[in-house]
């Protein structure tokens, strides 16, 4: 959890020194004068006070640097704030004013109400105001005079304070408390200082503690992943070994049923192979296969060129006819005609 920094970390954004905080030189022994005054140490001489150029900015590395934005980040929202709220409080006061004055309340008795002035010089107030006209010629060539400072003639009547012995503030008394503060305020931007470099010290252990614990936790992630990652491979190497399992059993069922049935396929082969080829006449007998292949085709040939030659000779006789009959029609249709004509 980040904590809230100090107010007076704006002005040392840039600036880390780790020093023990020394206090105010305190004597040994008291002195027998009894003045009473204290000894403080010059802070002039003190190593925690910065020293360096104050017109160019310090060397500062990046945390400081970001630091530093930080800072200005939060003092510019807390100027801003400020001034907003200062801005409220102007015109409350504003509107307040403007009621007293609306409502100022009577006088004491003894005392009364009188306008002052706070003016560089003082002028006595009258109702009419003077005016005078006055005009003036000069060469234009010639330059112009400076202007005089205006000193207003003075008017009314001077008055004076008189300041007796002991009126006056005594600087030795007057200067301690205000050297107290001072020292104070030092120490006060010492100690803030040590609660800052603890705080940062402690934030430093809380980072290397944070930065430990992120690795141990990638470390375990790691492992984690890389148990799962073997687990899967362990899973896929089974299932391809059960996959490559079940493709041998097959085979082994299909190669044992193919041989099962080339058994009972060859099973009374040769009785089977000499049936078929005796019924398709490979051991038929010599005489009938010469008779079938050789006698009946020959015969069968020449029957068929004995019945071609009297084929033949039945369409020449019936040529013949044809003609014969063609010709004696001729002679008849011939004579029909002659004995026609005569």
């Not at 006698?295 to 071609?308: G, R, S, T």
Request: include cysteine; hydrophobic fraction near 30%; aromatic fraction near 6%.
């Amino acid at each position: 959890m980040q904590r809230q920094r100090p107010a007076a970390e704006a002005n040392s954004a840039a600036y880390t020194f780790q020093q023990p905080p020394q206090g105010f030189q305190q004597p040994q022994y008291r002195d027998p004068a009894g003045s009473g005054s204290r000894k403080y140490g010059n802070i002039m001489y003190d190593r925690r006070v910065y020293r360096g150029n104050t017109y160019a900015s310090p060397v500062m590395s990046t945390t400081a640097r970001s630091e530093q934005q930080t800072l200005q980040l939060q003092n510019s929202q807390r100027r801003k704030q400020a001034s907003q709220k200062a801005a409220s409080i102007k015109l409350r006061q504003q509107g307040e004013a403007a009621r007293r004055k609306l409502a100022t309340p009577e006088p004491v008795q003894g005392r009364q109400h009188i306008e002052i002035q706070t003016d560089e010089y003082l002028e006595e107030l009258t109702d009419a105001v003077e005016c005078a006209q006055q005009e003036t010629q000069t060469d234009p060539l010639m330059d112009r005079p400076p202007t005089p400072k205006f000193v207003p003639q003075k008017t009314g009547k001077d008055a004076e304070t008189q300041i007796n012995e002991g009126d006056l503030f005594k600087f030795d008394d007057a200067v301690e408390p205000i050297l107290e503060v001072m020292v104070g305020k030092t120490m006060e931007q010492a100690i803030l200082e040590v609660m800052q470099e603890e705080e940062l010290e402690m934030l430093r252990e809380q980072q290397l503690e944070f930065e430990q614990r992120r690795k141990e936790e990638l470390l375990e992630a790691q492992r984690l992943e890389a148990t799962e990652m073997r687990k899967f491979e362990e899973k896929e190497r089974r299932k391809k070994q059960e996959v490559e399992r079940i493709k041998r059993e097959k085979e082994t069922r299909e190669k044992l049923q193919a041989r099962q049935f080339a058994k009972s396929y060859m099973t009374n082969l040769e009785n089977r192979v000499f049936s078929r080829l005796e019924d398709e006449g490979w051991f038929a007998d010599r005489v009938l296969n010469e008779v079938e292949l050789d006698f009946y085709p020959w015969l069968m040939d020449q029957v068929d060129a004995e019945l071609n030659k009297k084929k033949k000779a039945r369409e020449l006789v019936d040529d013949l006819i044809r003609q014969v009959v063609r010709n004696n029609a001729t002679r008849v249709e011939q004579s029909y005609g002659l004995q026609h004509n005569a």
